[in-house]
């Protein structure tokens, strides 16, 4: 059982919208900083969102984070197939000293 | 360019033991705080691990306090995961992580990781 919540599965046709909600308390979301992760099984995690909304350089902007209270949200637009993955939130829980990642979230672009 | 190597692993039975290292290039690797994550098959990310870039302060998972060691050789830009006591359920591929920012002032996220290293324990 993962301290952040996530959808286990989301799907979308190619072209169209999706979100992915992550779901924690104010010992971690609430009070600090999310992240958010694409992965493939086999392959290095790669950072998408940092800092709840920011993306490095080369990540485009179809992908956006938010936070509101205890809870955060990945968005990506313009879904393509090579979005297919694993997406993680993570970030510190601050009364476990320890970071926590949410269950994972698989997209499928239908 | 950033690159973070990890090594290490292999089949081991269970009550066993083991050393991963990750081998770091492209940075300071002493300026920067370290993290081990997991991926056991079939199943989520799970952070294992950090330490800061001196060393001094370590901090672990419930599942694997007591059992494995994060520490870090500075001079060999090298960190390191000691895993004591293996059982089935360590089974993963450990990835090695560069933090950025500070998690004490809850700002913190891993911005460059490792492609991994798989670990089996089984007799």
């Known amino acids: 059982q993962s301290v952040l919540t996530q959808p286990p599965s989301v799907s979308a046709a190619p072209g169209q919208k999706v979100t992915i909600s992550c779901s924690g308390s104010s010992s971690n979301i609430g009070n600090n900083f999310v992240s958010w992760y694409q992965h493939l099984p086999g392959t290095a995690p790669k950072l998408l969102i940092y800092?709840?909304?920011k993306r490095p350089s080369e990540i485009p902007d179809r992908f956006s984070g938010s936070k509101s209270g205890t809870s955060a949200t990945l968005g990506i637009t313009g879904l393509q197939t090579g979005d297919e993955a694993d997406y993680y939130c993570g970030t510190w829980d601050t009364s476990l000293s320890a970071w926590v990642f949410g269950g994972g979230t698989k997209l499928t672009v239908l | 360019q950033v690159q973070l190597v990890e090594s290490g692993g292999g089949v081991v039975q269970p009550g066993g033991s083991l050393r991963l290292s990750c081998t770091a290039s492209?940075?300071?690797?002493?300026?920067?705080?370290m993290h081990w994550v997991r991926q056991a098959p079939g199943k989520g990310l799970e952070w294992v691990a950090v330490?800061?870039?001196?060393?001094?302060?370590?901090y672990y998972a419930d599942s694997v306090k007591g059992r494995f060691t994060i520490s870090r050789d500075n001079s060999e830009n090298t960190l390191y995961l000691q895993m004591n006591s293996l059982r089935a359920e360590d089974t993963a591929v450990f990835y090695c992580a560069r933090q950025l920012g500070y998690c004490g002032g809850g700002n913190c996220h891993q911005d460059y990781w490792g492609q991994g290293t798989l670990v089996t324990v089984s007799t």
């Open positions: 800092e709840n909304n």
């Open positions: 330490i800061s870039y001196e060393g001094r302060n370590k």
């Open positions: 492209g940075f300071t690797f002493s300026t920067y705080y």
